[in-house]
């Protein structure tokens, strides 16, 4: 069980905007940085967001971060069918001498 | 090109061991961090553990779940780095990614995050 909750599944139509929410407590999230990873069957985590809402090169801005009190959220517009996947949070967490930890990721499928 | 290729991976039975390889190339190995997280069959991402980068000593840290079984270990003048996995386990049975970590210095902390990952190899721990 992750300290990191993460719904499940979402769902939404193509060219819909879709959230997924990261929910910590203000120890964790709210104190550290949460960074996005996308994971298609069968290839390598791909990295959306880090730094709680910076994009790196490549990623369309589709794709948005935000982070408030002890939840983070990423955020997709103009849905496409490539974008259903599984999504994951993660949070650095330095006062431990340096963690990471995975929140328990949500299948977003594009009806 | 920036690149990760694990390795090393396979059948293995309970109770021995395996080491990992992760080569990189494309970027100066020795500048990153190196962490290591698994994907069990039907489960989510674990992250494992990562060693850091010379700058910054070289160090490794572990995940609680893996601490004391697996070693994170380095050589950048061959640009790998390693997973030593001990007294392996049926739920050791997964499939391994490497990933280059990338910190980030925020006022008085840091944070790390994953930038380039490998393909993964397969590890099945089975009798």
């Known amino acids: 069980q992750s300290v990191l909750t993460q719904p499940p599944s979402v769902s939404a139509a193509p060219g819909q905007k879709v959230t997924i929410s990261c929910s910590g407590s203000?120890?964790?999230?709210?104190?550290?940085?949460v960074s996005w990873y996308q994971k298609l069957p069968g290839t390598a985590p791909k990295l959306l967001i880090y730094?709680?809402?910076k994009r790196p090169s490549g990623i369309p801005d589709r794709f948005s971060g935000s982070k408030s009190g002890p939840s983070a959220t990423l955020g997709i517009t103009g849905l496409q069918t490539g974008d259903e996947a599984l999504y994951y949070c993660?949070?650095?967490?330095?006062?431990?001498?340096?963690?990471?930890?995975f929140g328990g990721g949500t299948k977003l499928t594009v009806l | 090109e920036v690149q990760l290729v694990e390795s090393g991976g396979g059948l293995v039975q309970p109770g021995r061991s395996l080491r990992l390889s992760c080569a990189g190339s494309?970027?100066?190995?020795?500048?990153?961090?190196m962490s290591w997280v698994r994907q069990a069959p039907g489960k989510g991402l674990e992250w494992l553990g990562f060693?850091?980068?010379?700058?910054?000593?070289?160090?490794?840290e572990y995940a609680a779940s893996v601490k004391g079984r697996f070693i994170i270990s380095r050589d950048d003048s061959k640009t790998t780095a390693y997973l030593r996995m001990s007294s392996l386990k049926a739920e050791d049975t997964a499939v391994y990614y490497c990933?280059?970590?990338?910190?980030?210095?925020?006022?008085?902390?840091?944070?790390?995050?994953?930038?380039?990952w490998g393909k993964g190899t397969t590890v099945t721990v089975s009798s």
């Open positions: 990933a280059r970590s990338v910190v980030v210095l925020n006022d008085d902390s840091y944070y790390y995050y994953m930038d380039v």
């Open positions: 494309g970027f100066t190995f020795g500048d990153y961090a």
């Open positions: 060693i850091r980068g010379r700058g910054y000593g070289g160090t490794a």
């Open positions: 203000s120890s964790n999230i709210g104190n550290n940085f």
């Open positions: 730094g709680n809402n």
């Open positions: 993660a949070m650095w967490d330095s006062s431990l001498s340096g963690v990471l930890v």
